[in-house]
């Protein structure tokens, strides 16, 4: 029932922005943490941001601070992370997760950054 379905990912030049969205549904939204993921091929799926409920909260791997926000619109069910001045390194397939009960994710969306 629970569902995550990630959006906005694409090919884009290094320094370049792009707004990730995941759109979740078959739990209260509100009442959860969300995270953002990301793995490249060969190498294990690594939290890149985490928001608790209210967005009280907000987590990002050392690699993205000051680059990447991440937020939420309860009222939408939906948590972003919005990617700016974005680098090769941050080419991977970004996930959208959440542990109700037991981990779900999203199908993924595909980030490329390169010139």
């Known amino acids: 029932q629970v569902q995550l379905v990630e959006s906005g990912g694409g090919l884009v030049q290094p320094g370049g922005s792009l707004r990730l969205s995941c759109a979740a549904s078959?739990?209260?939204?509100?009442?959860?943490?969300m995270r953002w993921y990301r793995q490249t091929p060969g190498k294990e799926r690594n939290l890149v941001a985490g928001?608790?409920?209210?967005?009280?909260?907000?987590n990002y791997a050392d690699s993205v601070k000051g680059r990447f926000t991440i937020s939420r619109d309860n009222a939408k069910n939906t948590v972003f992370l919005q990617m700016n001045d974005l680098k090769p390194e941050d080419t991977a397939v970004y996930y959208c997760?959440?542990?109700?009960?037991?981990?779900?994710w999203g199908q993924g969306t595909q980030v490329i950054v390169s010139s």
């Open positions: 997760n959440v542990f109700y009960r037991a981990g779900y």
């Open positions: 078959g739990f209260i939204f509100s009442s959860y943490t």
């Open positions: 928001i608790t409920s209210t967005g009280a909260i907000i």
